[in-house]
C-alpha cells in the first residue's frame, strides 16, 4: 500500500517505503474485499528514543510534565479511493482500544502534516513544529492527546458517520 499509493510522498519526506521501526511496531490494517485499505503503525516510545525524537530535538519539552513514556503513531495511511468512508477514525479506534487494554501508555503523539486539521478533529493539539523534512521540506507538525480522548474522539466520529451500531 506504501509503495502503490504513496511512493511520492514518502520520497519527498525522504523517508524509505519499510525502515528500521517497522518490525517492532505494532500495525493496524484495514481491508475490504482482501486488499489493504488502509494502514497504521504505532509504537512505544520513550523521551530520547524513536522516530518521535529523531524529528523533534527537544521533545521533552514539547510533552505534559513528567511524561517518560508514550504511543507514537505514524504512516496513518489511507487509499484515495477509501478516503471519504472515516476510515481514519476506524484505524484510531481500533489502535486506542488495542493499546489501552495491552499498555500502561496515556498519551499519544503522532507527526501531522500542517495544517493538520484530521489531527485537530481527533483530539490532539499541535505541541511543536513546523519541522521541514525531506528533500521536498515538507512542513510536519508534532501533534499530541491523551489515549483517552483520542479513543472517545474517533468513538464520536464513527457514531456520526454510522459506523457503529446500539445494541
Given at each position: 500500500?506504501?509503495?502503490?499509493?504513496?511512493?511520492?510522498?514518502?520520497?519527498?519526506?525522504?523517508?524509505?517505503?519499510?525502515?528500521?521501526?517497522?518490525?517492532?511496531?505494532?500495525?493496524f490494517v484495514c481491508f475490504a474485499d482482501g486488499v489493504a485499505v488502509a494502514s497504521m503503525r504505532s509504537a512505544a516510545d520513550r523521551v530520547?528514543?524513536?522516530?518521535?525524537?529523531?524529528?523533534?530535538?527537544?521533545?521533552?519539552?514539547?510533552?505534559?510534565?513528567?511524561?517518560?513514556?508514550?504511543?507514537?503513531?505514524?504512516?496513518?495511511?489511507?487509499?484515495?479511493?477509501?478516503?471519504?468512508?472515516?476510515?481514519?477514525?476506524?484505524?484510531?479506534y481500533m489502535a486506542a482500544a488495542w493499546w489501552k487494554s495491552n499498555?500502561?501508555?496515556?498519551?499519544?503523539?503522532?507527526?501531522?502534516?500542517?495544517?493538520?486539521?484530521?489531527?485537530?478533529?481527533?483530539?490532539?493539539?499541535?505541541?511543536?513544529?513546523?519541522?521541514?523534512?525531506?528533500?521536498?521540506?515538507?512542513?510536519?507538525?508534532?501533534?499530541?492527546?491523551?489515549?483517552?480522548?483520542?479513543?472517545?474522539?474517533?468513538?464520536?466520529?464513527?457514531?456520526?458517520?454510522?459506523?457503529?451500531?446500539?445494541?
Amino acid at each position: 500500500m506504501r509503495k502503490s499509493h504513496y511512493q511520492p510522498a514518502l520520497d519527498g519526506l525522504g523517508v524509505r517505503t519499510w525502515d528500521h521501526y517497522d518490525p517492532d511496531a505494532t500495525h493496524f490494517v484495514c481491508f475490504a474485499d482482501g486488499v489493504a485499505v488502509a494502514s497504521m503503525r504505532s509504537a512505544a516510545d520513550r523521551v530520547g528514543s524513536g522516530e518521535a525524537s529523531g524529528d523533534f530535538p527537544g521533545l521533552a519539552a514539547h510533552l505534559p510534565r513528567g511524561t517518560i513514556g508514550y504511543l507514537y503513531l505514524s504512516r496513518l495511511l489511507v487509499v484515495p479511493a477509501f478516503r471519504c468512508l472515516g476510515l481514519t477514525a476506524v484505524i484510531m479506534y481500533m489502535a486506542a482500544a488495542w493499546w489501552k487494554s495491552n499498555s500502561a501508555l496515556d498519551y499519544v503523539l503522532a507527526s501531522a502534516k500542517e495544517p493538520a486539521a484530521g489531527a485537530r478533529n481527533l483530539g490532539a493539539k499541535v505541541l511543536a513544529g513546523p519541522v521541514r523534512l525531506g528533500p521536498d521540506q515538507v512542513p510536519i507538525l508534532l501533534v499530541g492527546v491523551s489515549l483517552s480522548a483520542l479513543a472517545g474522539r474517533a468513538k464520536s466520529l464513527l457514531d456520526r458517520l454510522g459506523w457503529l451500531e446500539e445494541t
